[in-house]
């Protein structure tokens, strides 16, 4: 009997990064093969992982200091140094077939350690701009796999524009109809889905709770504001006149975003490359707001890619 081939994917710290290696993991477990995820300490992905019954393994890696403090740089250097050790001990005991970066702070020394090893090195890069995670695991990939197409790609030579993967779920996705109908929505009413994606968007809530306040009655939305926003934006809806108002549905989290994506006519997001790969497969009108502060401003010519061909509207904040 043949053994199943076996995948390390070194993926997570925001959902561009962890959901395009989640969807790859999933479609390589239909077809039989193992994979392993590597993820840092208290990563985002973990719960996803777990309710999936994905393996995982984690690192203790953090981003690279902006700041010039020497000590920061020692700290940053013994954790990557201590993180190359676990991962070439990965790469022995495991022994993948192939290492696949998705672009989290764990790709590089993923990436550098199978590389020692002789395995070959894969990377995803989902957003419009290389993350310095991809740059720095670019630098030992046998191919890089492009969402979207790069300017000034480092990597053109070994480069291939393959799309970014979608979860499983959004292939399968309920019509607009059943979609409102199980969400206690109103069948012909205009219906707007806001989010702001796993890092979250204060002032995209606040802005969407002014522009609801003007607008009440005429249209239903769904608005999921984040863990951590929700009871300040429970408590701006209320000071606005607009608790419990029809039409309205304000959750913390929701697992089933392919059924909000399906009920709404509009979607208003931060423009992450999964949620950016999300609205392009299911043709969802939307307008973008990038998160001022996302790593190179990936996020702006993640919403560009989109606002280009007339897909979608790009808003910049403030």
């Known amino acids: 009997m043949v053994a199943a081939r076996r995948v390390l994917i070194a993926?997570?710290?925001?959902?561009?990064?962890?959901?395009?290696?989640f969807a790859l993991a999933g479609e390589l477990?239909?077809?039989?093969?193992?994979?392993?995820f590597l993820v840092k300490k208290e990563d985002i992905a973990r719960p996803a992982l777990e309710a999936a019954d994905f393996p995982y393994a984690e690192l203790d890696m953090t981003a690279l200091p902006r700041s010039l403090n020497p000590l920061a740089h020692a700290a940053f250097l013994a954790k990557f140094f201590r993180s190359l050790a676990l991962a070439r001990r990965m790469m022995a005991d495991y022994k993948p077939d192939a290492v696949v970066g998705t672009g989290s702070y764990v790709a590089f020394p993923a990436a550098l350690a199978a590389r020692l090893a002789g395995i070959?090195?894969?990377?995803?890069?989902?957003?419009a701009k290389f993350g310095l995670g991809n740059r720095l695991a670019g630098l030992f990939c046998?191919?890089?796999?492009?969402?979207?197409?790069?300017?000034?790609?480092?990597l053109a030579a070994r480069s291939v524009l393959a799309g970014t993967p979608i979860r499983e779920a959004f292939r399968a996705a309920?019509?607009?109809?059943?979609?409102?109908?199980?969400?206690?929505?109103?069948?012909?009413?205009?219906?707007v889905l806001v989010f702001g994606g796993s890092q979250g968007a204060r002032r995209l809530n606040a802005a969407f709770i002014a522009a609801a306040k003007a607008l009440k009655g005429d249209i239903q939305a769904l608005h999921v504001t984040g863990r951590k926003?929700?009871?300040?934006?429970?408590?701006?809806?209320?000071?606005?006149?607009?608790?419990?108002?029809p039409g309205l549905k304000v959750f913390d989290y929701r697992e089933d975003m392919p059924a909000l994506y399906a009920a709404a006519d509009l979607v208003v997001s931060r423009s992450?490359?999964?949620?950016?790969?999300?609205?392009?497969?299911?043709?969802?009108?939307?307008?973008?707001v990038p998160l001022p502060s996302s790593a190179g401003d990936h996020q702006r010519h993640n919403a560009l890619a989109l606002a280009g061909p007339g897909a979608a509207l790009c808003l910049q904040e403030g």
């Open 11 to 21: 993926s997570g710290g925001t959902g561009g990064h962890f959901y395009p290696g």
């Open 29 to 36: 477990r239909r077809r039989g093969w193992q994979t392993l």
């Open 120 to 127: 070959p090195v894969y990377i995803h890069e989902s957003n």
């Open 142 to 154: 046998d191919r890089a796999a492009l969402g979207l197409p790069v300017a000034g790609n480092p």
């Open 174 to 191: 309920p019509d607009k109809a059943a979609a409102r109908a199980a969400l206690g929505l109103e069948k012909g009413k205009f219906t």
């Open 229 to 245: 926003n929700f009871e300040a934006v429970q408590a701006d809806y209320a000071e606005a006149g607009l608790d419990g108002a």
């Open 272 to 288: 992450g490359a999964s949620t950016v790969a999300e609205l392009a497969h299911l043709r969802k009108p939307s307008i973008l």
